[in-house]
Each structure stands twice: as structure tokens, then as C-alpha cells.
């Protein structure tokens, strides 16, 4: 029952069977995991690198546990991105499953020179979208300005008011980071200007 109810919840999110199998989505009988969606992560190597999960009810507490292991030290999903071409990055897993397939997460909203994810993209010079929720504005502009520092390609996109990608369909995700605006220095002076008001 647990487990069926873990599969109700995910497709109330929105999630097709196809992206189950696509994030290797799982759940689990075992007692610090029941009523939990499991979400692995693979390094470039295949090698399981971070593990998150998500309480499907609200009364149950953490809702969310994670690996241990730090978080700038691992690229989420790194196995299935394809640095050639336009990297998606939300916040959090359940960002990243209403993303086109090449995506990752930060797992928060932190992202700098000391992280790995930081270094794939300057060593693969890899053009971003950045997709952070609305209350993390301030530190998605500080991220796009650091790669722009970097001679990075970055587009910033502007979620619809009282949203997050996570409570977004697949398609309404696509029309967002459609609509991402290239990042520069007159954009950066354009989103203050817009913040204050």
C-alpha cells in the first residue's frame, strides 16, 4: 500500500511512467524510507553519487533526507548531461523532473567556484539556463553574474508569480526556459531595477 500510494503521488505531480523510469525513481518497504520517493543521482561513470528522497505526506518529518556527502562536491544526474549543448539548472530534484532532459539541480541555490558542477561547465564552456525560484532572485543574479565573469553563456528565466518548477507542468517549464533572457551587465542592471518595485 505504501509503495502504491508513492506512485499515486508522483503522478499527481505530474510525472509519466516514462519519467519514473527516466530519474530511476523509487520507494522502499523499509521502515526510514516507507511513504518516501527515492531519487539516485549517477556520476559521469554511472557510479551512484547522492541520494535524495521526499516524504509524500506533509505530517511526516524531515521531509526530505539526503546523502550525507557534500553537495559542491557531486554534478546531480552527471550521467545523463550532455555538456555539448544548453544545460538547464534548477534548485532541487523535484525542479529538475518538470526539466528538458538536459538538466541538473544544485540542491539549494549555492553555486561558485568551489563546487563541481562550477568546474564542468567552465572546463566543457557549456551555454546555462538558470531557473532558481522567485526567492532565491537575488542569488540566481549573483550565480549569472560570476559565470558571466567567467566568459560563461547565461540566460536567466523569470518563473510566473507565486510558482516554483516543481509546481509547474512539463510544458508551462518548456515556455519558461523558452522565454529565458540572455544575461549581461544591462540585464543585471534591469532585474534590480525591477526587484525594487
Known sequence: PDIK????????????????????????????????????????????????????????????????????????????????????????????????????CLLGSELNESHLLFSRLLQHGTPVVLCLDNDARKKMRNIAQKMLSYDLTVKVCRLPEGSDPGSLSKNQMLDVIGQASPWSREASLIDRIRSIG
Open 5 to 104: 500510494a508513492v506512485l499515486r503521488y508522483v503522478s499527481s505531480r505530474g510525472l509519466s511512467k516514462r519519467d519514473m523510469a527516466y530519474f530511476l525513481l523509487g520507494s522502499s518497504d523499509d521502515y526510514e524510507y516507507r511513504r518516501r520517493v527515492i531519487m539516485p543521482s549517477y556520476d559521469s561513470e554511472g557510479r551512484l553519487n547522492f541520494v535524495t528522497t521526499r516524504a509524500i505526506n506533509d505530517e511526516i518529518r524531515p521531509r526530505y533526507v539526503n546523502s550525507k556527502n557534500s553537495k559542491s562536491e557531486i554534478v546531480f544526474n552527471e550521467l545523463k548531461i550532455d555538456w555539448t549543448k544548453e544545460l538547464t539548472i534548477v534548485e532541487g530534484p523535484f525542479d529538475l523532473m518538470k526539466c528538458p532532459e538536459n538538466s541538473t
